[in-house]
């Protein structure tokens, strides 16, 4: 069963009708497959002009896609012989962060993600990507372990942001989240972030530091939700629109201001369309860019990781 | 003193707070409602002498009270692309950055002073809430490496005093990627060896406090200072409960063992100056000579007590200390 989001409905009133007829002919009526071939050239067209145009607003709720391919389903077709490893060893596990050890594409990697989760049970375990203290202090140990064995370290970001509550507040978020920025700028292997769907502020930074950050085509990236900065600033959660297009949180936009090193095409339509198809794209990706920086010395990655940082925010978008 | 009445009033103006009687002279306490004169109350270090309330101090007051004499040099802040996003809400956020900055272009929330503290060298970095409620985008980003680079030219301890609601919005994700930008200053501030000490005040939150702000080798915060990540109406939306008793007070933050102390402000010159002498100056000024080691036979080390052996530092430590019983 297919999710459409909103502005897809033209796209699933024809798919539907593709359905129907495909019901109503058992394989042979000729008539019945030319139909079909041409309503699925016109869906098509019809995904292709959509996408081509997406708003930002429009990418918020594409990046957001239920269907969109999560970490767990791209470790699974990207790392071979994956070991999770878990905890903090500090207080908890949180699920909202997965991460070990694999093999990508030949070599050895350490893996840190944040996984959504993908039906309600797996929403509710991985507690919406949302992690708490002990997710970051996950990730900072599992980065320690990628510079102590020398192993390239890869990160998947798609959070809607870290979590909001008590007990992390009390156990320290924003030190968890400042130290993990710490450890992964101190880094001597190669770190190479994919921004796979929503890259939500300071809970998706945590994660992202590294010698090449890719996004896929329509990942966001922001600094807040466009809701949250849209009660802010509108004083309305409505105008969220508005504040999508003013945040400039698109891979386009951020690729301009020199905030991402890549964009990584979607499928026709979406990754959520063809989850296999994107994840490969993406594989390709972070082969390409972990070739770009394999061979140069821990000392010198760690200091060019720091002037690409310090570079951003000279130019800005005209 | 002029800074006193140049101060008060622009940082009234800035935070848009319609004064309870004509022309800005009494300033009401915001925890016990009391008026306090503004001129107590800045000799009083914007302390309310009522109830001990701490009132958000403007930077430049802050530079003063932490420098030796109150004496500092403010250090020209780089320039920086303003409005790079071409931000527009409700307002153009060149508009708002025009207004706050009142004809000086330059200006943005965090101002740099360096001078001495207690005779020591040191740079300070302070946050103007009274600008923009603080938020760190492109030029507080800027400034705070600017401070990160002084101190290790200077071989100076580096203070940071946060004052902020967060990022600066307006310039997306330009203000979140000054989170590891920062977090690159304090690297380059510890490489030098150097210490570098946050004094939290308030409000620290969002992403300020996730980056440098947590990262002091030595966090400091002031008496009821808010302190967190997420904002309390977040939270609450969140979670749906009630937020404990003090939640995310310094107080609170230091039960929890985020910090390591709360200091009032009279208290935090001081604190600051012992801080960075004992960072800074780690051997004693003059030597100092075992009592115990002198009345004993030189390497007879056997049968004594702990507590006797604490004192200066024995062996080849302490050129003095056996060559001169035998001398
Ligand atoms: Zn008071």
């Known amino acids: 069963m297919r999710t459409f989001l909103d502005f897809e409905k033209p796209v699933a009133e024809l798919e539907g009708k593709i359905e129907e007829l495909r019901h109503l002919s058992d394989g042979g009526d000729i008539n019945i497959a030319e139909e079909v071939g041409r309503l699925q050239t016109k869906v098509d067209r019809l995904l292709r002009q959509t996408y081509a145009k997406l708003s930002p607003w429009q990418k918020v709720q594409v990046a957001r896609h239920a269907d969109r391919p999560h970490v767990q389903q791209i470790v699974s077709t990207l790392i071979e012989d994956f070991v999770p490893l878990s905890g903090d060893r500090l207080y908890g596990e949180d699920a909202a962060v997965v991460g070990g050890i694999g093999r990508f594409r030949g070599y050895s990697v350490v893996v840190v993600g944040q996984e959504k989760g993908s039906d309600t049970e797996g929403r509710v375990r991985h507690n919406f990507g949302m992690a708490h203290p002990e997710g970051y202090r996950k990730a900072r140990r599992l980065m320690a372990l990628a510079d102590q064995f020398g192993l390239p370290l890869l990160t998947f970001v798609d959070t809607p942001g870290a979590y909001p509550g008590i007990g992390a507040e009390e156990r320290g978020q924003a030190e968890a989240i400042a130290r993990c920025i710490d450890a992964s700028l101190q880094l001597r292997v190669p770190v190479i972030c994919s921004i796979i769907g929503e890259g939500g502020s300071g809970g998706a930074i945590a994660v992202a530091t590294g010698d090449r950050i890719l996004m896929m085509e329509h990942a966001i990236y922001s600094v807040i939700s466009p809701e949250g900065c849209a009660s802010i600033l509108w004083r309305s959660a409505e105008r969220a629109t508005e504040a999508a297009d003013a945040l400039r949180l698109t891979a386009e936009d951020l690729a301009k201001l020199g905030v991402i090193d890549g964009i990584v095409p979607e499928p026709l339509g979406g990754a959520h369309r063809e989850p296999a198809a994107a994840i490969a794209g993406l594989g390709d990706a972070v082969e390409a860019a972990l070739h770009e920086v394999r061979s140069l010395d821990g000392s010198v990655l760690r200091a060019r990781r720091r002037e690409k940082f310090l570079a951003m925010g000279k130019t800005g978008l005209s | 003193m002029s800074w006193l009445t140049n101060f008060v009033r622009p940082k009234l103006r800035a935070l848009g707070i319609k004064p309870d009687v004509p022309d800005n002279l009494w300033i009401k306490c915001p925890n016990c409602e009391q008026m306090l004169f503004h001129r107590e109350l800045a000799a009083n270090l914007h302390v309310c002498h009522y109830c001990d309330h701490h009132l958000r101090l403007p930077a430049a007051d802050r530079l003063a009270m932490l420098f030796d004499e109150g004496a500092f040099q403010t250090i020209e802040l780089p320039e920086t692309i303003a409005d790079p996003l071409r931000f527009r809400d409700r307002r153009r956020y060149s508009e708002r950055l025009r207004d706050a900055r009142h004809g000086d272009d330059r200006r943005d929330a965090v101002l740099v002073g360096h001078g001495t503290m207690g005779g020591h060298p040191a740079v300070v970095a302070a946050f103007d809430f009274g600008f923009m409620g603080g938020s760190m985008g ?190």
């Open chain 2, 138 to 327: 492109v030029a507080a980003g800027e400034s705070l490496l600017a401070a990160a680079n002084l101190a290790v030219l200077q071989d100076a301890p580096l203070i940071v005093v946060p004052a902020s609601g967060g990022a600066r919005m307006q310039e997306g994700i330009l203000s979140l990627m000054q989170m590891p930008r920062t977090v690159i200053g304090v690297q380059q501030v510890r490489e030098a060896g150097l210490p570098y000490i946050v004094v939290l005040a308030d409000p620290t939150t969002g992403g300020v406090t996730a980056s440098f702000a947590m990262l002091g080798d030595i966090a400091l915060a002031e008496p009821g200072a808010i302190v967190g990540f997420a904002g309390t109406r977040v939270i609450q939306e969140t979670i749906r409960e009630k937020l404990p008793a003090g939640f995310q007070r310094a107080e609170y933050l230091h039960d929890h063992g985020m910090v390591d102390m709360v200091v009032h402000r009279r208290a935090l010159r001081d604190r600051l100056i012992s801080l960075i002498g004992l960072l800074r100056h780690p051997r004693p000024k003059a030597e100092v000579v075992s009592l115990e080691r002198r009345g004993e036979g030189a390497g007879k080390t056997s049968d004594k007590a702990p507590q006797e052996k604490v004192g200066a530092a024995p062996g080849p430590a302490d050129p003095k200390g056996s060559p001169a019983k035998g001398a």
